[in-house]
């Protein structure tokens, strides 16, 4: 009792940090603590909870490839069947998603580290906003399979059969059968909130990486207010050495640009095998997925669980678009590097003199280096086929529409 007294302290203490903005981390740090993947506390008593957590979900996996197997051999309603196999292919895509993510954590943490010590630095307009959206959306998805759960209780959907407890358990005593009841009416409320933590984890990856292009393009614009601000104890040299100066001063600023976008694609590619994968596993299983809970609702009409089923596809909807819009933010942000850059009114201040030719040409060669880099996209793939982007989510639609026509076609 006084470990499980010392992790209840323990999380109300946590809790109580969230709406502290100063570590934009902090919720990813709790997403990964929910789904499974790290808990941040070194004490091993913990880590003894969080065994014990993995093996419940492992369990409640289990229960739901059973009750699939019992559709398929002693069930003779295809809509039910439709309607447990897409629920376990959510399954399957949410612990792969898990294991994707204790696979690349080291990679999830050196990102972090890096983004950490910028983000965490300046508390700027974008970073607060990111900061907000990333929680606004986290809570916006608990809240939506929270109600999920009071629907599943309020109105009698456990009593349905794919919730029902198998024979060869209920003889086992009614402790068993209530802990059996508990574990698979709870799954909605435990498996909906790993799916809202990893999400979490990759929306706070990519929005930071946003923030930082972002501040990128700041500095980008601001690069000859500062050198002005660097050459106003210079009114008493002469024409010729302020010229120098001037030109030393912009050589260094635009080198400190360089290397701080270049870093952020250094760093990006750290994750983007991470994002390949975990983009290819949405997109493909929410094809089928989608098609198959649609199918489900279309045979069975509207009732509580069809409710139930449509907000879940309403969710995993709203995260494929978002992904894909968000990936084009990225792109555009990295883009617009470039744009503020060429914008800028260097033709007038960087005029060629034959005493500074070799600073001209370095300064020039760096510009047209990060104008390259910035023209290029950040390589955000599904699986390294195609592109991720809006356009690639109206393609989903399409392949989700075509998905759900054949099932129509084979039941009739």
């Known amino acids: 009792m006084g470990g499980v007294r010392r992790l209840t302290n323990w999380l109300k203490y946590k809790l109580g940090t969230l709406d502290d903005e100063s570590d934009y981390f902090r919720q990813m740090e709790w997403a990964l603590m929910i789904a499974g993947v790290q808990l941040p506390s070194e004490n091993p008593n913990h880590h003894k909870w969080l065994f014990c957590y993995r093996v419940a979900i492992l369990f409640q996996c289990c229960i739901w490839c059973d009750r699939f197997f019992v559709a398929c051999t002693e069930w003779n309603s295809p809509a039910e069947l439709i309607g447990v196999f897409s629920f376990v292919l959510a399954l399957v895509m949410i612990i792969s998603r898990i294991i994707l993510m204790r696979v690349y954590l080291k990679d999830i943490q050196k990102v972090r580290s890096y983004l950490e010590t910028i983000l965490n630095k300046d508390l700027t307009e974008g970073r607060v906003r990111s900061y907000r959206l990333i929680r606004r959306i986290f809570l916006v998805l608990e809240w939506l399979f929270f109600c999920d759960q009071i629907i599943l209780y309020t109105f009698g959907v456990y009593e349905e059969r794919q919730y029902s407890v198998p024979d060869n358990i209920s003889r086992l005593g009614p402790r068993v059968k209530l802990a059996f009841d508990i574990l698979i009416c709870s799954n909605h409320i435990m498996l909906s ?42 009114v008493s040299l002469n024409e010729k050495m302020a010229t120098s100066k001037f030109w030393n001063i912009f050589r260094t600023e635009l080198n400190m640009v360089a290397a701080r976008h270049a870093e952020v694609i250094e760093q990006f590619a750290t994750v983007r095998t991470l994002l390949k994968i975990s983009f290819l596993l949405i997109f493909y299983t929410e094809i089928v997925f989608i098609g198959c809970a649609l199918f489900y609702v279309k045979m069975l009409g509207l009732t509580m669980n069809t409710v139930i089923v449509v907000s879940y596809v309403t969710a995993i909807l709203m995260e494929c678009y978002w992904f894909c819009r968000l ?86």
């Open 193 to 234: 909130s790993i799916y809202a933590a990893i999400l979490t984890i990759l929306n706070t990856l990519i929005m930071g990486f946003s923030t930082e292009l972002e501040n990128v393009v700041f500095q980008c614009n601001g690069i000859f207010e500062r050198v002005n601000d660097q050459m106003s104890g210079t």
């Open 327 to 412: 990936t084009d933010i990225v792109n555009d942000t990295n883009h617009a590097i470039g744009c503020a850059l060429y914008n800028l009114n260097w033709p007038e201040k960087l005029r060629d003199m034959s005493n500074l030719r070799q600073e001209y040409l370095e300064i020039r060669v760096t510009m047209l280096v990060i104008m390259t880099r910035a023209q290029q996209k950040l390589g955000i793939t599904c699986g390294g086929m195609f592109e991720m982007s809006v356009a690639a989510f109206h393609e989903l639609m399409k392949m989700i529409y075509s998905c759900l026509m054949f099932l129509l076609s084979v039941t009739t």
